[in-house]
């Protein structure tokens, strides 16, 4: 059967979407894809052969090779969750062949998801734009930069890597410019997402306003 109880979440980098869309799938008894994982697992199986990240063919050939067999045990593997692997992920995601061959994974996750789910929520960069155009709900969260800086700082520090605001900052900066200025599925709100700007509220403040945002979607039944 195909399911058509879809949540797109996008937005950049440390907005909270991912938090977001985990507990609104726990909540809803929804499967959950972070996206982004696959193109980390893209950048991470490149780094690890000792290609640059910005090495096309690499990343053509890595993409083309990731199947659930191969991308669900990295989906757990800490590794995919440095700094690096995020900057190679941006770098390989820019790459129309990378993300045309991730294309259908994403698209069957939210249609069939896994274990009989009778919906899904994918979060990432063009989930409401490009790989669920359809999706009855979407959400494009965002928070401003040093808001978000301050909390990818606290996650870092938190696992216990030195990390300084500034670098960090910096860094989220060049990630959001390649992220919004690619030329293929760049990240921006589709034109019909309710756009949740977390910048001054806590995660359970989120959660609640994307609750009533989901609610309020006559494609959604079940919450009537
Ligand atoms: N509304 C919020 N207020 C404060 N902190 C938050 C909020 N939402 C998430 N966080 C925290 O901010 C950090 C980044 O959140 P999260 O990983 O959900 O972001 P993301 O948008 O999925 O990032 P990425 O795209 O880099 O994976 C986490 O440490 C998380 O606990
Ligand atoms: N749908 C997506 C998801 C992610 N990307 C790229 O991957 C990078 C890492 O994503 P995170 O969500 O784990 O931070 C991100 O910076 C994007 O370049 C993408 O292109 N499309």
Do not use: W
């Amino acid at each position: 059967m195909t399911i058509s109880f879809i949540v797109a979440i996008d937005g950049p980098a440390a907005s909270g979407k991912g938090t977001l869309a985990r507990r609104l799938a726990s909540t809803l008894g929804y499967a959950h894809l972070d996206t982004g994982a696959l193109y980390r697992a893209v950048g991470l199986t490149l780094l690890r052969a000792g290609h640059a990240p910005d090495d096309a063919r690499a990343a053509i050939a890595a993409a083309s090779a990731l199947d659930a067999a191969t991308v669900l045990p990295l989906m757990n593997d800490p590794a995919l969750r440095q700094d690096a692997v995020a900057v190679a992920a941006s770098k390989v995601s820019v790459v129309p062949e990378v993300r045309a061959a991730l294309l259908d994974f994403q698209r069957d996750f939210a249609h069939r998801p896994p274990h009989g789910a009778k919906g899904a929520v994918l979060d990432g960069r063009d989930v409401g734009t490009v790989v669920c155009p359809d999706a009855p709900a979407k959400l494009y969260v965002t928070a401003d930069v040093e808001v978000r800086a301050r909390r990818r700082l606290s996650e870092l520090r938190n696992t216990g890597a030195e990390a300084i605001y500034e670098a960090v900052l910096e860094d989220m900066k060049v990630r959001d410019a390649r992220d919004s200025q690619r030329a293929v599925a760049p990240l921006k709100p589709a034109v019909d997402a309710f756009l949740l700007d977390t910048s001054m509220m806590d995660a359970d403040q989120a959660f609640v306003a994307a609750m009533d945002f989901i609610r309020s979607r006559p494609a959604f039944p079940d919450f009537h």
